[in-house]
T-cell receptor
Framework: ETGVTQTPRHLVMGMTNKKSLKCEQH?????MYWYKQSAKKPLELMFV???????ENNSVPSRFSPECPNSSHLFLHLHTLQPEDSALYLC?????????????FGPGTRLTVL | GDSVTQMEGPVTLSEEAFLTINCTYT??????LFWYVQYPGEGLQLLLK?????DKGSNKGFEATYRKETTSFHLEKGSVQVSDSAVYFC????????????FGQGTTLQVKP
């Protein structure tokens, strides 16, 4: 596979469940990102990792927990979510995390919290 | 703080019409500017970018020029096709914000045959 892949593509979970979203990039990039895309709101950055180190946490509630075990993989662990957390979660990667970098996005995971 | 403002949509055009989607920004320092496009059911993909003032980004017939004096990066295409129907996002990134993208709210374009 090439590019940025995300699994699962769709996820339905109850408020008491624990689940994880997975992102994998095959581009040899050093920076990875999680974004949240809600209806009628701009895309919001959640987390940035550079060389497996978290460099930004954009005031995200603790019920979202990221993990970056290596530069190719990024996870978003979910627990005790709320219905307002239903959204499209997008993963992206970029070569170095610099401001001129192009970010490459995965197709997203459509999350529904019941 | 840094921000991006796009014209509200949806924008509906007939095939071969001229397209303009306005984008203005507020940023400290000298941002890089991007247009991303999202087709139905897909993630975002880069359409074009410009990293310094007066640069013109272009791709697939789309163009945008980085105008520092008006803090704008308007997207244009001379003749749209049905296949251009998508959501278009203007975004910026600065060296002071760890390379993160700050997006506008997106503009939906629908092109009718």
């Amino acid at each position: 596979e090439t590019g940025v892949t995300q699994t699962p593509r769709h996820l339905v979970m109850g408020m008491t469940n624990k689940k994880s979203l997975k992102c994998e990039q095959h581009l040899g990039h050093n920076a990875m990102y999680w974004y949240k895309q809600s209806a009628k709101k701009p895309l919001e950055l959640m987390f940035v990792y550079s060389l497996e180190e978290r460099v930004e946490n954009n005031s995200v509630p603790s019920r979202f927990s990221p993990e970056c075990p290596n530069s190719s993989h990024l996870f978003l662990h979910l627990h005790t979510l709320q219905p307002e957390d239903s959204a499209l979660y997008l993963c992206a990667s970029s070569p170095s995390g610099g401001d001129t970098d192009t970010q490459y996005f995965g197709p997203g995971t459509r999350l529904t919290v019941l | 703080g840094d921000s991006v403002t796009q014209m509200e949509g949806p924008v509906t055009l007939s095939e071969e019409a001229f397209l303009t989607i306005n984008c203005t920004y507020t940023a400290t320092g000298y941002p890089s500017l991007f247009w991303y496009v999202q087709y139905p059911g897909e993630g975002l993909q880069l359409l074009l970018k410009a990293t310094k003032a007066d640069d013109k980004g272009s791709n697939k017939g789309f163009e945008a020029t980085y105008r520092k004096e008006t803090t704008s990066f308007h997207l244009e295409k001379g003749s749209v096709q049905v296949s251009d129907s998508a959501v278009y996002f203007c975004a910026l990134s600065t060296s002071s914000n760890t390379g993160k993208l700050i997006f506008g709210q997106g503009t939906t374009l629908q092109v009718k045959p």
